[in-house]
């Protein structure tokens, strides 16, 4: 994460790689501007020895190049595609891999985002959605596809493990195995993990099978509350697609966010350690709280659990740091909570070095069917934290002091507890 990709003798020997604020670059002549342009658009493979040049940062640029190469490490993954949003790389995988008449099968509780981009835009260029819930079984599952009388359609399955904000886990090797099921030897389908909730260090989805990993890379990865940006991995072949229409969307990261995350990579590891080990001590707190009702955390699934623990200890390397919580009560119980923060921000996104707390059912989830919302647990008295790289005494005590500000008729006892 400190210097791989980058040679510091192509930029005048600086330590880090410059920023390439520039739109575009000059050819040594005209048969290497043809070169590289019949590589860029596919037109003939490259040959032995030879290597793709810089024509404009559309296409192409110094920043995302070497980011990409070094964001493929963690993942183990061929090739990668940064984009300007987690959106834009996500909206970008679902419009390259479905078409006008296919199906797409996906997890559900999703980021409202994704949901919203599945259930009622995808619809408009006729592309038909069908979603199954957490705990459903294969059979379960396959049954949902069938019902649909598209099963033959099947494309795509894109799931988000865990899930957003309910922490719901989906086993992604079973998930391949539906899409091998419905694969044929003219047509495959894919499997697309959106890897969020978890970031690079603590899950591989493509060790398990996806086919695609997906990032919000204004999250973990990005981690400072400074960058907007997102991320697509897989295979060379599927990688070329995703960049192929990538192109034509211009809808890659500017150079300034390609710097800024290779500035946030060498301390990625450092700083999602630290937030896991603060996680484990407000989850603690949280689970003996009298004011809270019941904890979303991956860390409380035991054995009697069943699956989602067993996929847990499968697929997550960590407990991860995002935590959900009901409290007693309600919409009211949970805004006055949330209104008495002080060291945690009231704010949405995930994963910075700043402890955030948000509303889900009237924030990031705002446009879920409410029905559906209810299904999914996602309710009035649902709060997210996203655990920060603050000393977890801190954390605890702020809040600590905020639960003191819900009325006195809510919880069995008003007396705090703390953890040490």
């Not at 493990?161 to 086993?171: R, S």
């Not at 090797?173 to 694969?183: D, F, Q, T, V």
């Not at 999602?272 to 080990?277: E, L, V």
């Not at 639960?403 to 008729?409: R, V």
Request: with cysteine; hydrophobic share 40%.
């Amino acid at each position: 994460m400190m210097s791989y990709g980058y040679k510091p003798a192509l930029s005048e020997g600086a330590i880090k790689s410059p920023i390439f604020q520039t739109s575009t670059f000059v050819f040594k002549n005209a048969e290497e501007g043809k070169a590289f342009f019949e590589m860029a658009y596919g037109l003939r493979q490259k040959e032995e020895g030879e290597v793709m040049g810089l024509i404009y940062s559309r296409i192409n640029n110094p920043d995302l190049e070497i980011l990409e190469n070094r964001l493929c490490l963690w993942d183990e993954a061929e090739e990668c595609a940064v984009f300007s949003s987690g959106m834009a790389a996500i909206t970008t995988v679902l419009l390259e891999f479905l078409k006008p008449g296919d199906l797409v099968l996906a997890s559900s509780p999703l980021y409202g985002g994704t949901d919203h981009f599945i259930e009622k835009i995808l619809p408009k260029f006729g592309i038909h959605p069908v979603f199954f819930k957490v705990g459903q079984t294969t059979k379960q599952i396959m049954d949902i596809v069938e019902a649909t009388g598209m099963a033959d359609k099947l494309a795509l399955v894109y799931i988000e493990t865990p899930a957003n904000p309910t922490n719901d886990l989906i086993d992604i090797e079973g998930s391949k195995n539906i899409a091998r099921h419905y694969s044929t030897p003219e047509k495959e389908v894919l499997l697309a993990v959106d890897n969020t909730y978890m970031g690079p260090v603590w899950q591989h989805p493509l060790k398990h099978g996806a086919d695609l990993v997906l990032y919000s890379a204004t999250k973990y990865i990005g981690g400072h509350s400074d960058v907007i940006a997102g991320a697509c991995l897989g295979s060379t072949d599927l990688i070329k697609r995703v960049k192929g229409l990538r192109t034509f969307m211009g809808n890659m990261a500017g150079p300034w966010s390609g710097w800024l995350l290779m500035r946030s990579l060498e301390t990625l590891k450092a700083r999602m350690d630290i937030q896991a080990f603060n996680a484990e001590r407000v989850a603690e707190y949280l689970n003996h709280h009298p004011k809270v009702e019941k904890v979303y955390y991956l860390g409380n699934l035991t054995a009697a659990d069943g699956e989602a623990f067993l996929i847990r200890n499968r697929q997550c390397l960590t407990n991860g740091g995002m935590i959900s919580f009901d409290v007693i009560g309600g919409e009211r119980e949970a805004f006055a909570f949330l209104n008495a923060l002080k060291l945690i921000k009231l704010a949405v996104s995930l994963g910075s070095t700043e402890s955030l707390a948000e509303h889900p059912c009237t924030m990031t989830h705002a446009d879920v069917e409410p029905a559906h919302k209810e299904a999914l647990s996602i309710t009035g008295k649902m709060i997210r934290l996203s655990i920060g790289v603050e000393n977890y005494h801190d954390i605890v005590n702020d809040l600590d002091q905020a639960f003191n500000k819900i009325p006195l008729s809510v919880g069995r006892s008003t007396t705090a507890l703390h953890v040490h």
